[in-house]
T-cell receptor, first 115, second 116 residues
Framework: AQSVTQLDSQVPVFEEAPVELRCNYS??????LFWYVQYPNQGLQLLLK??????LVESINGFEAEFNKSQTSFHLRKPSVHISDTAEYFC?????????????FGTGTQLKVEL | GAVVSQHPSRVICKSGTSVKIECRSL??????MFWYRQFPKKSLMLMAT?????????EQGVEKDKFLINHASLTLSTLTVTSAHPEDSSFYIC????????????FGPGTRLTVL
């Protein structure tokens, strides 16, 4: 079975400051990794994903995440946040094979960007 | 990215009635769709996996007779909450798996169900 840990339930940060949202996972098999973002009263939107290749993946709105296999981490970072980045962020993993394509989610991190 | 829609976005119903929620993949065919439930300030709880043309697979603890799932086509899955009760009030979110994108799950906008 897989598990995902997001240690920070809330991260307050000032606008234009950098931010890192932590994600660690546990799995006995190889996994794909995802970050989803959820704005209030909305569904989840895929932010970025790691499937293979370069361990550093980027989104179109300035976020990036780096897959670190030795530390079993997939932390999300942004060098300068904006008010509009305020949302809930979920890290998730999925087995490469088998498992029925099910996602295992972390408990989420609320990013609150303040002026 | 791929687009998934849900209808309705919000529904209020009386206790004892049934409510149907639709989930559609708009620009791709999804052989697999998923239904989640989300409680306030909590993560998503997978309820069931819906496969086109076959019976849904329910997660442990989810009542299959209460939450009826039908995946009649490659672009449509429905969740029917039967004999709804106030404790069924929640945010229900579906996702569709895009086989052209290594089965990445794309999520619908969610349906807020309130049972009075």
């Amino acid at each position: 079975a897989q598990s995902v840990t997001q240690l920070d339930s809330q991260v307050p940060v000032f606008e234009e400051a950098p931010v890192e949202l932590r994600c660690n996972y546990s799995s006995s098999v190889s996994v794909y990794l995802f970050w989803y973002v959820q704005y209030p009263n909305q569904g989840l939107q895929l932010l970025l994903k790691y499937l293979s290749g370069s361990t550093l993946v980027e989104s179109i709105n300035g976020f990036e995440a780096e897959f670190n296999k030795s530390q079993t981490s997939f932390h999300l970072r942004k060098p300068s946040v904006h008010i509009s980045d305020t949302a809930e962020y979920f890290c998730a993993v999925r087995r490469l094979t088998g498992g029925g394509n099910k996602l295992t989610f972390g408990t989420g991190t609320q990013l609150k960007v303040e002026l | 990215g791929a687009v998934v829609s849900q209808h309705p976005s919000r529904v209020i119903c009386k206790s004892g009635t049934s409510v149907k929620i639709e989930c559609r993949s708009l620009d791709f065919q999804a052989t697999t769709m998923f239904w989640y439930r989300q409680f306030p300030k909590k993560s998503l709880m997978l309820m069931a996996t819906s496969n086109e043309g076959s019976k849904a697979t329910y997660e442990q603890g989810v009542e299959k007779d209460k939450f009826l799932i039908n995946h009649a086509s490659l672009t449509l899955s429905t969740l029917t909450v039967t004999s709804a009760h106030p404790e069924d009030s929640s945010f229900y979110i579906c996702s569709a798996s895009d086989p052209a994108s290594t089965d990445t799950q794309y999520f619908g906008p969610g349906t807020r169900l309130t049972v009075l």
